[in-house]
Each structure stands twice: as C-alpha cells, then as structure tokens.
C-alpha cells in the first residue's frame, strides 16, 4: 500500500458505507487529495512508486510505463459488502514480483490495481492515510514497514529526505547510492499473470441462469471456487433480478476477461458490475 490518499478514501468507504465521492471528498477537506486527484485515485502515483521499488528489489530497469496500472474510481460500497461476507477488505495493492517461467525464465512483473485482502493479512489492518510495504524474503522471511502516508508534514518529510541524500552523494562526488549492474529481466504482461477473482453481476431471476453463466466460465478454464446470489429489489421493493458473485481459482487475465466479455454478451446477464482481483488468499 503505497499511496495513503487511496487507502484512506478506501478505508472510509470500507468503515462508514460511505461511495466513492464522499470519501474522496473527506480527503480532499482534510488536505490528503490533491486538487486535481488523478494521479492518485486512477493509479499513476503508486505505478511509478512500483516501478521504483521493483527497479531496486530485482536489480532491472523498470518505469512507470511498464506497471500495469488499475485506479479505485469504479470500487462501490456493494463490493464492500460482499469483501466482507467473504472475509475481506479491498485495498488498492502496488505488486512487484520475479516470476520463474516455465522455461525456467526469470521475469518481472509490476502492477497496481485494487484487490480484495483477507482480513487476516497485515495489509488488511492498514488504515487511513498510512502506507505500509510488505517484502516477502526467502531467508528473511515476511518483512512489513509502515507509516504515514499522505499529508503536510509526512510529504515535507520525504521531500526533505532525499533533498539531504541528494547534497551527501554530491558532497561525497557521485551521483547517488553505488548498485549492481542491471540484469535486464523482461517484464512480463498481465495478460499472463494468474489471479484470483471476484466477478459481481445482476443477473435474469429464473431457472438456468447460473448454470449458464458458469457454463462461460468453463468455456475458457476458469474454476469456480465460490458462488453467492442474493435478490435485487427496485425502488418499489418488487424483485426485479438477482446478483451473482462469482469467486474463482486462479486464472490468467487474458482467460477472465475473455470470460466477462462473454458474461456481458448473455442475455440472462444485465449487467457485469465489478471485477476484482483477490490477493493474499490461498487458492
């Protein structure tokens, strides 16, 4: 979690049913948002704060550009409510990992999106406009730094930070701290990352709906793992439909979009309401 003004607007709508808007709003006023909030709430400050970390943490040029990047405009208090039935929150997650091919290929992949996390994960209690970056070692273990992470005095402190780092290197005639060569890993497309997903969609209250939408599942090798409905009422309280919310197994991005294309094409589906990855959690 690298972007405090997301994680507060997320933990607002999670703690008080809040919508998006409002809880932007709250931040705007208690000065965590910008005045243009863009950068922030589409993704593109924690793309380029990823870009940074997997540069460092792989020894390999990684940019902004190379980040898969998702904002948190499209979350809604319904994908609160069913993160909780399932026993999560949702977060917006910057992730940076070096992938084994089955070549035996090493890769990079950096991406940034929002996710459902249990709420036994560390990430999961990170709260507000803190941030917190979790490092998963292989002698070391699960490694966590946390802290502030929007406002006045946490962003002076930062910028102020790598102003005195800069004057030492120059001070000291270099150009900033000494690294290892480069290894020069590909990054690898999100098209071919597995993920578990969360599928949220209103859907034709009759018999056969549900076999025919997991029926597109299987089309395309993607497992169910959980199914939950509910009914939808309209603004009179008559039953109009029912929403659907599929949890799957791991699948690629490029099998679960083909998938939700398909869902969007059915005439028993009225809608496709959210698609969220979940991390964190055992398949």
């Known amino acids: 979690i690298v972007n405090g003004t997301t994680n507060y607007i997320l933990s607002e709508m999670d703690s008080t049913g809040a919508d998006y808007a409002s809880a932007l709003a709250d931040a705007s006023a208690l000065g965590y948002a910008e005045a243009d909030p863009t950068a922030d709430v589409e993704g593109y400050d924690a793309a380029a704060k990823a870009a940074i970390l997997a540069s460092i943490a792989f020894h390999t040029r990684v940019t902004a550009d190379d980040v898969y990047r998702e904002g948190i405009t499209k979350v809604t208090p319904a994908d ?3 993160a909780r039935a399932l026993g999560c929150t ?13 070549k035996a290929q090493q890769r990079v992949s950096a991406r940034v999106y929002p996710a459902l996390v249990p709420l036994d994960h560390p990430l999961a209690a990170v709260n507000g406009a803190f941030n917190a970056v979790v490092v998963e070692a292989e002698a070391a273990g699960r490694l966590m730094f946390y802290g502030q992470g929007a406002g006045g005095a946490p962003t002076a402190s930062a910028v102020m930070g790598d102003v005195v780092m800069a004057a030492r290197n120059r001070v000291q005639g270099g150009r900033g701290p000494r690294e290892s060569k480069y290894a020069k890993l590909p990054i690898s497309p999100i098209g071919f990352i597995p993920t578990r997903y969360y599928v949220n969609m209103n859907v034709a209250d009759r018999p056969g709906v549900l076999s025919t939408v997991a029926a597109e599942f299987g089309k395309r090798e993607v497992s169910i793992a959980e199914v939950r409905q509910e009914g939808v009422v309209d603004e009179g309280g008559q039953r109009c439909g029912a929403r659907i919310v599929v949890v799957t197994h791991q699948a690629t991005d490029a099998a679960l979009s083909d998938t939700v294309a398909a869902l969007a094409d059915l005439d028993v589906v009225q809608s496709v309401n959210s698609v969220l990855r979940m991390e964190g959690t055992s398949d």
């Open 80 to 82: 609160f409510a069913s």
């Open 90 to 102: 949702i977060k917006l997650l910057a992730i940076c990992e070096r992938l084994t091919t089955d």
